[in-house]
């Protein structure tokens, strides 16, 4: 790659990394319900899951998707629903009107962050997941070195993904602040609901 391409792919990474997205939205969250620790392995989750995609897409993943036109109605599908599930979770985060499930309670529905393992599968349900990887890997993919170039993207990812996600993660435990009571902390998890629903736009227009 050369300059003028590193540079581009740097931008491009750290544009799309920081904006707002399922994996923004749900580390913002689980930091304002769980704090930094306990989000860590979800974070981690994110990036190596996102990392793995882009390797299985440039490995000719997109090729076989694209050979069976029907997985792709069952990847939307499963993309919509999952996503409907995990704004059902994160809205219900802290029972309402409970002073005891505020921020740092115990007894949270579902009271704890996605797992590492979690958070890295969650990729393969994740609309801008797959928009990024297929752009990414489309655009600054090299035939002639696919191994330097596909690392190339990965790590420009990852580089560009770690204070992305991390300064999210920070938004969310700064909120923790403000969150003190049950009325608050339901508010901030519907909204954060409601905008995580909201990424379902580009499956549903898509249909």
């Not at 897409?57 to 029907?70: D, F, M, R, S, T």
């Not at 409907?84 to 579902?110: M, S």
């Not at 009571?181 to 909204?191: D, G, K, P």
Request: overall charge positive; glycine content about 8%.
């Amino acid at each position: 790659m050369t300059v003028e391409i590193l540079v581009a792919l740097a931008a491009f990474a750290l544009i799309t990394s920081i904006t707002p997205g399922p994996n923004n939205l749900m580390v913002m969250a689980s930091g304002a319900n769980f704090g930094i620790r306990r989000t860590l392995p979800h974070m981690a989750g994110v990036l190596t899951g996102f990392n793995f995609m882009i390797w299985m897409v440039g490995a000719g993943l997109i090729g076989v998707l694209e050979a069976i036109p029907a997985s792709f109605i069952v990847l939307k599908a499963l993309s919509a629903a999952f996503l409907i599930y995990l704004a059902w979770k994160i809205a219900n985060a802290a029972a309402p009107g409970d002073d005891q499930n505020a921020v740092g309670g115990q007894n949270a529905i579902g009271g704890k962050p996605l797992t590492f393992l979690q958070a890295a599968a969650f990729q393969w349900v994740n609309p801008k997941a797959w928009a990024l990887s297929l752009a990414a890997v489309g655009a600054y993919a090299s035939d002639a070195h696919p191994i330097l170039s596909l690392a190339a993207v990965s790590v420009i990812f990852l580089a560009a993904g770690i204070p992305s996600v991390s300064s999210w993660l920070l938004l969310g435990t700064q909120l923790r602040r403000f969150l003190t009571n049950a009325t608050r902390l339901r508010i901030f998890n519907w909204t954060c609901a409601a905008l995580l629903l909201a990424t379902l736009w580009p499956i549903l227009s898509a249909v």
